[in-house]
Each structure stands twice: as structure tokens, then as C-alpha cells.
């Protein structure tokens, strides 16, 4: 299964962007049809934090609390890809954004939880 994250770049803040997520691969149709899934980030010198994830079936969604009410995770599970809208962008919001897979089919925030990851996008917002 391969994971691609698409749709970054340089926005002004108070912008808006947003990302996809295409899963490919042999039993991508069968893992994005059963399992949660995610968007992590990554700023330079930083850790890896959570933004958002999604259930299996949209049903459920969390967010990070930096970005609840900015950002809306979903899902088109005909086209096996992910979004992540992203509106009123931050210059604290730039990093590289990964889209992952979760083991299970509920949402979760731990990277722990996710066993196939994409190679990132970047997104730059200036002040």
C-alpha cells in the first residue's frame, strides 16, 4: 500500500489549502475501505504531532486542538483518498503534512496507531 499526500505550498496566513491523500497498491481498495486514517506534521526540529483522523466510515473525526474549527478532515472512500481542508492558516501551521493509515478502523491520534505512512507535503504559511 502506498500513500500519497498532495496539494501543499505557500499560502499567506488566513489562507486556505487543501490537501489529498491517494492510496495505491494491491490491497489499498481493501485497507481504505475498513481502516481509520490520518494527518500528522512535522515542523523542522520538532516531534511529530497529530492533527486530525477519521474513522473507517467518516462517522468519526478528532482533531488536534490547535486546529479544531480550522481544519476539516474527510474521506471519499469510492476514490480511496483522504482531505484535509484547511482554512484561516497559521504561521505556527507550517510544516510537512503526512497522510497515514491506521492498524485499526477507529480513529486514533497516536502515531503508534498508524502502520503505513506517505511521504509528506510541505506547507509554508507567511505572515
Known amino acids: 500500500v502506498q500513500l500519497q499526500a498532495s496539494g501543499g505550498g505557500l499560502v499567506q496566513a488566513g489562507g486556505s489549502l487543501r490537501l489529498s491523500c491517494a492510496a495505491s497498491?494491491?490491497?489499498?481498495?481493501?485497507?481504505?475501505?475498513?481502516?481509520?486514517m490520518g494527518w500528522f506534521r512535522q515542523a523542522p526540529g520538532k516531534e511529530r504531532e497529530f492533527v486530525a483522523s477519521i474513522s473507517w466510515n467518516g462517522g468519526s473525526t478528532a482533531y488536534a486542538e490547535s486546529v479544531k474549527g480550522r481544519f476539516t478532515i474527510s474521506r471519499d472512500r469510492v476514490k480511496n483518498t483522504m482531505y484535509l481542508q484547511m482554512n484561516s492558516l497559521k504561521p505556527e501551521d507550517t510544516a510537512v503534512y503526512l497522510c497515514?493509515?491506521?492498524?485499526?478502523?477507529?480513529?486514533?491520534?497516536?502515531?503508534?496507531?498508524?502502520?503505513?505512512w506517505g511521504q509528506g507535503t510541505q506547507i509554508t504559511v507567511s505572515s
Open positions: 497498491g494491491r490491497t489499498s481498495g481493501r485497507m481504505f475501505s475498513n481502516n481509520a
Open positions: 497515514a493509515a491506521a492498524r485499526g478502523s477507529q480513529i486514533t491520534s497516536a502515531t503508534s496507531g498508524y502502520n503505513y
